[in-house]
């Protein structure tokens, strides 16, 4: 069974840090791009970033281009987002999610990890 | 950037009866790379459709994705209970992903 668990979600000040992890199973976690896509409280879905199965191209919304970076260990099977000069818009749920084999989509999700950028 | 623009954006009907739901792209997309998904409160989105009109593994019949170029459409062609949901499209292009605003399917 495909598994994706999201963790390191928490409280931070504006121009804080954090690192959130998405742990998978159930899959060769080396053969997938994998995504992170965020929602604010209340509000719609948005693409986030995403990385290739070898972790050697990387794609960013412009919104957090240059502050966010994603990364995976493929040993441990886990997915990174590093958030860096976080700001209150970046206030979300965090989903990590694993693309299609071969297409286009993302068919399956975690739960999601909250951050909130708040003084 | 293509802009995804979903309508309508709530939409209200009975069970029983058939959805349709619109989704215009600012530019032409291939319809490969053409998602729609299902978010209830509280829970991670749930892919149904891809490539347009390929249904997610798990998803019922009742479920349908046509379209080509800039509008593409979701129908459910007899609601049940469980479909009460939000539903967003979403598309690839120039590496990277977008999604619509969202339209919400409520009860009548």
């Known amino acids: 069974e495909v598994q994706l668990v999201e963790s390191g979600g928490g409280l931070v000040q504006p121009g804080g840090s954090l690192r959130l992890s998405c742990a998978a199973s159930?899959?060769?976690?080396?053969?997938?791009?994998m995504h992170w896509v965020r929602q604010a409280p209340g509000k719609g879905l948005v693409w986030v970033s995403r990385?290739?199965?070898?972790?050697?191209?990387?794609n960013y919304a412009d919104s957090v281009k240059g502050r966010f970076t994603i990364s995976r260990d493929n040993a441990k099977n886990t997915l990174y987002l590093q958030v860096n000069s976080l700001r209150a818009e970046d206030t979300a749920v965090y989903y990590c999610?694993?693309?299609?084999?071969?297409?286009?989509?993302?068919?399956?999700w975690g739960q999601g990890t909250l951050v909130t950028v708040s003084s | 950037e293509i802009v995804l623009t979903q309508s309508p954006g709530t939409l209200s009907l009975s069970p029983g009866e058939r959805a349709t739901l619109s989704c215009r792209t600012s530019?032409?997309?291939?319809?490969?790379?053409l998602a729609w998904y299902q978010q209830k409160p509280g829970q991670a989105p749930r892919l149904l459709i891809y490539?347009?009109?390929s249904r997610a593994t798990g998803i019922p019949d009742r479920f349908s994705g046509s379209g080509s170029g800039t509008d593409f459409t979701l129908t459910i062609s007899r609601l049940e209970p469980e479909d009460f949901a939000v539903y967003y499209c979403?598309?690839?292009?120039?590496?990277?992903?977008?999604f619509g605003q969202g339209t919400k399917l409520e009860i009548k």
């Open positions: 979403q598309q690839y292009g120039s590496s990277r992903y977008t």
């Open positions: 490539g347009a009109s």
């Open positions: 159930g899959f060769t976690f080396s053969a997938y791009w």
């Open positions: 990385i290739n199965g070898d972790g050697s191209s990387t």
């Open positions: 530019q032409s997309v291939s319809s490969s790379y």
């Open positions: 999610a694993r693309e299609l084999y071969g297409d286009y989509g993302n068919d399956y």
